[in-house]
């Protein structure tokens, strides 16, 4: 199902084709939404169908690098974005390259960007305004080719209030946004998930998918109904954690 969203419902079909349009840029893109929604589906869409513009270097390529930001650490933020430079520190034995250069013409896929430490959210600012970044211990800047695509289940704008988000990273990663939506709220296509996924007639779908809602909330989404549909598919029955 890779860079695919099974989905009837007009808001994410209309979020689709912005996706779509926008994968001939490469600017910036914000993806939000709650956490199991397919916001990686649609960095996939992103990355996947890319064209770039005749006045800009070609930068279409297989390398889409997602990386949960959590788990970088916050004091080798640098280092493991951008590479090293032998010597720059204790260990550092040799010249290495980070994620940025991983993805080299391809997508850097920053999952979960409102978790990143308000310590490293300013070392992101040259990268994503200016395609430019230093490795550590590296004495000038080097270019970036790779797009930047980031995801968030957290409102930012309300972490921006509380002074746990900086407006001008805000603002720079903003340039496009793509809203997905709770399942929950589209009853219809979880029906079709369960049809497509599971190899169930569509009626009984539509009734599973009812009981579901009725049962819970689906607060995770899609990876709620996968644990849901495996317990059933073993024990046959719903059982709602």
């Known amino acids: 199902m890779s860079g695919t969203i099974l989905t009837e419902d007009p808001h994410m079909l209309e979020q689709i084709r912005f996706a779509q349009v926008l994968a001939s840029q490469d600017s910036p893109v914000l993806i939000t939404g709650e956490s199991g929604t397919g916001k990686e589906h649609f960095a996939e869409i992103l990355h996947g ?3 770039p ?4 270097e070609a930068i279409r390529g297989s390398n889409f690098v997602p990386v949960n930001v959590t788990t970088l650490q916050e004091d080798l933020f640098e280092s493991l974005l951008y590479g090293h430079k032998q010597g720059a520190f204790t260990g550092a034995t ?6 940025v250069q991983l993805a080299a013409g391809g997508t850097l896929f920053l999952d979960e960007i409102g978790e990143l430490k308000l310590t490293s959210q300013p070392k992101l600012l040259r990268f994503v305004q200016h395609k430019q970044f230093r490795k550590v211990g590296a004495a000038k800047l080097s270019a970036a080719t790779c797009r930047i695509v980031c995801s968030t289940n957290r409102d930012l704008k309300e972490m921006i209030k509380s002074g746990e988000f900086r407006l001008d ?3 720079r990663l903003t340039v496009f946004i793509i809203k997905t939506t709770p399942i929950r709220e ?4 979880l029906a079709l998930y369960i049809h497509k996924t599971h190899d169930i007639e569509p009626k009984q779908a539509k009734d ?4 579901i809602l009725k049962l819970t909330t689906l607060d995770g989404n899609y990876r709620e109904v996968q644990g849901i549909m495996a317990r059933y598919k073993l024990l046959g029955e719903f059982i709602i954690y």
Do not use: E, I, V
Not at 53 to 56: A, F, G, K, R
Not at 94 to 99: A, E, K, P, S, V
Not at 186 to 189: E, G, I, L, V
């Open 94 to 99: 040799r010249d290495t390259g980070g994620l």
């Open 53 to 56: 513009s005749s006045s800009q």
């Open 186 to 189: 589209r009853p219809n296509d």
């Open 169 to 171: 990273l805000y603002h």
């Open 208 to 211: 599973m998918a009812t009981k």
């Open 49 to 51: 169908d890319r064209c």
